[in-house]
């Protein structure tokens, strides 16, 4: 999901000595900041920890309340699954360029326009009459194509103001700078009231009637004035009859522009008025969510459901949890996977050189186990847990198959923590020079294996495992 910046803030107050605190968070870079309000002040911590009841609202700030609905819901107990972010998309997004666009069906037209060159001193009188006609008509004509244009316009600024309506990318700020603009571009004003808006939809649409009334009208008397004029005067590089032709064909176009504008009179009017109408839904538009939770001393999280609103099916909920207290209940985990033990003993052999000196060599560096843990760590919902645990392993290769005993620090890593790091001391038999052999020494044994001896050694090792029992838990809803 480029996916919209939603801030959340959370008030709490209760009494006279109630605390106060403030959460912002940022959905995109999903960063919230812990602030503890005094007054006007506010001072970041890194905690909410509630120690008297108090009064909870919650505040979602660029939250879009026509693509968006949400939900809260309080825990008194630490939640144990955390949901992470489903990218959230828009439904509307519409081309303004697929739409039916009626001035492109209108092109420009080439028709006389030179109304003070001509005077009935050039041509009869009938050709006068003919020419003047013309320009009347090519004047009607454009104002047709401009009041179409306008009508494109306001179309277009309809759908741009409807996907900005229920646009969840943009902030507050910019939606509604965005709906300012479109609306200033095709209407001219910055305040579209009600009168106004009324007034200047009537003049639009009585304007477009005239201008289809009056080229229909001159279009008839141009027909009419044909049969009283040469066809072969030539006027302004066209003869009479290529510009009885051009009038013709025009005005098949209008009359079509017409038919519709007699069905649907009003069309300009409520153009106009719905694109008033979205541009006061969204700038009246609160962006923001509250929600006040009851009074209850034992909240430990409040978890924030946003969903879109215009598709019951959508999955593209948005989930986030907020903490409120320090104090978590302790998690106990177990968990199966791979541990890798270091011994120095168990690393080295020993063997008896021809000088009938001890001597060693290296073995493997690293013995794998197949091993099992008990883990157990504070049960906050965010961020890597941390914690310790213990458990065995049995070698996986290698002559000694004795179990391998482990004690160490755990990191408990992501939602449901499904994986788990651990690293700290391993406890093994290992074989150890005895009756007093050591490195070095000259013997009188002719068996390595008389030099050596097990016992309990320690050593280190590092592990990954898995939380079967949480790898396959989904959202919690």
Do not use: C
């Amino acid at each position: 999901m480029k996916f919209l910046l939603l801030v959340v803030s959370i008030f709490i107050a209760g009494g006279l000595q109630a605390q106060q605190f403030l959460i912002k968070h940022d959905i995109q870079t999903k960063k919230t900041g812990y602030y503890k309000v005094n007054n006007a002040d506010t001072v970041k911590v890194k905690n909410i920890d509630l120690k008297k009841s108090g009064r909870i609202l919650l505040q979602v700030n660029n939250y879009n309340p026509f693509y968006w609905g949400a939900k809260v819901t309080a825990y008194k107990n630490p939640v144990e699954e955390e949901v992470g972010y489903a990218d959230a998309f828009n439904p509307i997004s519409v081309l303004a360029g697929g739409l039916s666009n009626i001035a492109g069906s209108l092109p420009m037209l080439d028709l006389p326009k030179s109304r003070g060159g001509l005077s009935r001193g050039d041509v009869d009188d009938a050709t006068f009459n003919y020419l003047n006609t013309a320009t009347k008509y090519a004047a009607a004509y454009d104002e047709v194509l401009t009041l179409s244009q306008k009508l494109e316009e306001l179309r277009i600024a309809k759908l741009q103001l409807t996907e900005l309506k229920y646009d969840n990318n943009k902030t507050e700020t910019a939606i509604k700078a965005e709906a300012l603009k479109t609306v200033k571009n095709v209407l001219n004003t910055e305040n579209p009231d009600l009168t106004t808006v009324l007034q200047m939809g009537k003049n639009f649409s009585s304007r477009f009637t005239n201008s289809l009334d009056q080229a229909a009208s001159l279009a008839g008397n141009l027909k009419d004035q044909e049969k009283l004029v040469n066809p072969n005067v030539v006027y302004e590089e066209r003869t009479l009859k290529e510009i009885g032709d051009i009038t013709s064909s025009s005005f098949q176009r209008l009359s079509r522009i017409k038919l519709l504008n007699e069905t649907k009179p009003d069309q300009l009017i409520d153009e106009v008025a719905a694109v008033a109408k979205l541009y006061k839904e969204i700038n009246s538009a609160h962006f923001q969510f509250s929600y006040l939770v009851s009074n209850e001393e034992d909240i430990s999280d409040l978890k924030l459901e946003v969903y879109p609103k215009l598709d019951s099916l959508n999955k593209d909920t948005v989930i986030q949890y907020f903490n409120l207290t320090k104090k978590h209940n302790v998690k106990i985990r177990n968990s199966v996977g791979v541990a890798f033990t270091f011994f120095n003993a168990n690393n080295t052999s020993y063997y008896i050189g021809n000088d009938s000196v001890i001597r060693r060599s290296d073995k493997d560096l690293f013995t794998p186990l197949l091993s099992t843990f008990i883990h157990f760590y504070a049960g906050k919902v965010k961020g890597v847990k941390l914690g310790g645990a213990f458990g065995f392993g049995i070698p996986l290769q290698g002559e000694k198959k004795d179990v391998n005993f482990l004690l160490g620090l755990t990191a408990a890593i992501g939602k449901n923590e499904p994986v788990l790091l651990t690293f700290g001391a391993a406890g093994a038999k290992v074989n150890k020079l005895t009756n007093g052999n050591k490195l070095g020494d000259i013997t009188t044994e002719t068996d390595p294996a008389n030099l050596v001896s097990a016992g309990y050694g320690i050593g280190g090792f590092m592990s990954v495992t898995f939380n079967l029992s949480n790898l396959g838990v989904g959202s919690k809803k």
